[in-house]
């Protein structure tokens, strides 16, 4: 079965700094990687995937992922950290095998920019 | 902006009442999805569509069926809601290929008392 950990549920990191959230992950196929980000009582939205191709991913709000197979990581970076950064961050894996495609979610990390 | 609404987006029931969440999009996408949020759990998939009339089973689909009859709307139903169904639900669009990522909906609030 296809699935993803995020091994911390809280991060705080200081304003300027640089941020990091970690995501493992379990597929048996090609993995498909996702991040979204939910702000307070919002839908989640999207950030950035890895399909295929190179192993540093660039996405919205100058977020980017680094996949590692050797690994099976696809944690998420930013250079540096703004305090509107602070928001509850999904990974996901997307499961070929199924006809709906279906996504796994993780439990979610909540990033606190601390100003 | 996906065109998801999602509606009711806050209601409060009691045990034992049927409630029905509606997901309504714009752009006639094949793939839909209804997922619960609950703290420690992340997202967890309850059903999916990918076409009218064609549904299937998530992870937790115990309690809740779904239904399709037209592209644009998904429904929800819980035929008797309890308490451990208080959660909020989200709806949400695939409108890529098989590479495409989700889109949500801003969620419905659900408090089955």
């Known amino acids: 079965a296809q699935s993803v950990a995020q091994p911390e549920d809280q991060v705080n990191v200081a304003e300027g700094n640089p941020l990091t959230v970690k995501c493992t992950y379990s597929?048996?196929?090609?993995?498909?990687l996702f991040w979204y980000v939910q702000y307070p009582n919002r839908g989640l939205q999207f950030l950035l995937k890895?399909?295929?191709?190179?192993?540093l991913v660039k996405g919205s709000y100058g977020f980017e992922a680094e996949f590692n197979k050797s690994q099976t990581s696809f944690h998420l970076k930013k250079p540096s950290a703004l305090v509107s950064d602070s928001a509850l961050y999904f990974c996901?894996?997307?499961?070929?095998?199924?006809?709906?495609?279906?996504?796994?979610f993780g439990t979610g990390t909540s990033l606190t920019v601390i100003p | 902006d996906a065109g998801i609404t999602q509606s009711p987006r806050h209601k409060v029931t009691e045990t034992g009442t049927p409630v029905t969440l509606r997901c309504h999009q714009t752009?006639?996408?094949?793939?839909m999805y209804w997922y619960r949020q609950d703290p420690g759990h992340g997202l967890r998939l309850i059903h999916y569509s990918y076409g009218v009339k064609d549904t299937d089973k998530g992870e937790v689909s115990d309690g809740y069926s779904v239904s399709r009859s037209k592209t644009e709307d998904f429904l929800l139903t819980l035929e008797s809601a309890t308490s451990s169904q208080t959660s909020v639900y989200f709806c949400a669009i695939r409108p890529g290929p098989n590479t495409g990522e989700l889109f949500f909906g801003e969620g419905s609030r659900l408090t089955v008392l």
């Open positions: 996901a894996v997307r499961d070929e095998s199924n006809t709906g495609n279906q996504f796994y």
């Open positions: 890895y399909i295929t191709g190179d192993n």
């Open positions: 752009e006639n996408h094949r793939y």
């Open positions: 597929v048996s196929g090609n993995p498909y």
